[in-house]
């Protein structure tokens, strides 16, 4: 069965980029509209000679050595228990971009979850401490910091755009795959826009997918263009072995970029909620309970000084004389609902301050309503409460 593998470091194979060559073009060629394309060789020297001029490099090796240095190896220490409840400290590994001369550095929520302990190795094999500043597991992205070492500058990493990319286009993958650090690989954007669901149950959308080859250890490390610019972090693979298959699927550089002001003065991405927990419904459910809609999702808990309490929604109340009260959602912002996790997406993905249009039954009768929404209490899960 085809599974979703996280994983931490990145691999990386160079590949010569092929050129068109006007001067191979025959008359004969040239008379049937023929393009003659050829793969670019090693000068040829001659005996005793030494060659001069250094061969051409391809985008792979220029990005490496220019941007390759920025690409980091994050090792974690989490705690965990045997079979006999004894204290086990178990290790991760994982990639990551330094984004800043300051020493932040993006990476996977994921390589860094529970961690106790992080340290941060840089392309020079030097080692440092690194510190949680913020999370998210809705999208999956962390930043982190390090001091920079005494007396070194560290490299930095150029952020591009990822609403840019067009499938196709060349891109190389730096990391740390089974802990073989400063791996490069190479491929293309093979699709865009897959989606998956973050650890939190959230979806994360528009994400890049690539037929460079990701492994276990490249989670949190760049995917990049031919101009050297982060388009992506990587994240997952889809295999059936464990190991890459040519599918692997990176977050979106717009979509970390859009969540990193947070980190850096919050710790955490603040996100609007409605306030209530629902279970989807489905025709024989509504018949048997007589409900005035066959699919939608009822209300069944309704969270004290939420939204949805100002707003008068309730859990299902039983009347005096024995019959029940339901409210059952059935579309929000003009979309029709009958997943919990299309209204999830919806709500989460508001901005702050934003209101929802929701329509839903009271018993029989439908109702419309605009509702305020407000912040997700920092103690409340990602994951149960829309």
């Known amino acids: 069965m085809i599974a979703f593998l996280m994983f931490t470091a990145g691999a990386l194979v160079g590949l010569s980029s092929w050129h068109f060559a006007e001067d191979t073009l025959n008359p004969s060629a040239e008379d049937r509209g023929e393009v003659s394309y050829y793969m670019p ?8 000679q030494t060659l001069e001029t ?11 050595t220019k941007y390759g240095p920025s690409v980091v190896n994050i090792t974690t220490v989490q705690l965990a228990y045997d079979f006999f409840f004894n204290v086990v400290p178990q290790e991760g590994i994982g990639s990551g971009v330094i984004i800043d001369k300051d020493g932040y550095i993006i990476t996977n929520n994921h390589v860094i979850s529970g961690a106790q302990k992080i340290k941060v190795i840089l392309s020079n094999s030097t080692e440092v401490d690194g510190k ?15 001091e920079p070492p005494k ?23 730096i990391g740390n795959p089974l802990g073989l650090d400063q791996t490069v690989t190479v491929g293309v954007v093979s699709a865009m826009n897959r989606s998956m669901l ?29 101009r050297g610019e982060v388009i992506g972090i990587n994240r997952a693979i889809i295999s059936q072995s464990g190991g890459s298959e040519g599918i692997g699927l990176a977050i979106p550089i717009n979509t970390a970029k859009s969540v990193l002001s947070q980190l850096m003065e919050k710790g955490r991405v603040e996100r609007p909620w409605l306030g209530v927990e629902v279970r989807e419904i ?6 048997r309970f007589g409900l005035p809609a066959d699919t939608g999702l009822v209300i069944t808990a309704v969270y004290k000084d939420s939204p949805a309490q100002a707003a008068g929604l309730r859990q299902p109340a039983r009347s005096p004389d024995g019959s029940w009260t339901y409210y059952i959602i059935v579309e929000a912002d003009g979309k029709t609902i009958t997943k919990s996790s299309q209204l999830l997406e919806i709500v989460r993905s508001l901005p702050l301050g934003s209101t929802i249009n929701l329509r839903y039954y009271r018993g029989k ?18 994951t149960g409460i829309i």
Do not use: H
């Open 282 to 287: 489905y025709p024989r459910l509504a018949k």
């Open 41 to 48: 060789m090693a000068p040829t020297v001659a005996a005793g």
């Open 151 to 173: 007396g070194q500058k560290l490299p930095v990493a150029l952020l591009g755009d990822s609403d840019s990319i067009q499938v196709g286009e060349w891109v190389v993958a």
């Open 198 to 226: 973050s650890e939190a149950g959230i979806a994360i959308n528009g994400l890049i997918q690539t037929d460079a080859a990701i492994n276990p250890g490249n989670s949190g490390g760049p995917l990049i263009n031919a």
């Open 54 to 64: 250094s061969t051409p490099r391809n985008f792979v090796t220029e990005v490496y």
């Open 365 to 382: 009768d439908l109702v419309e309503k605009e509702i305020p929404l407000s912040v997700l209490p920092p103690q409340a899960p990602l």
């Open 132 to 146: 949680v500043v913020g999370t998210d597991p809705g999208t999956d992205i962390a930043l982190i910091k390090i």
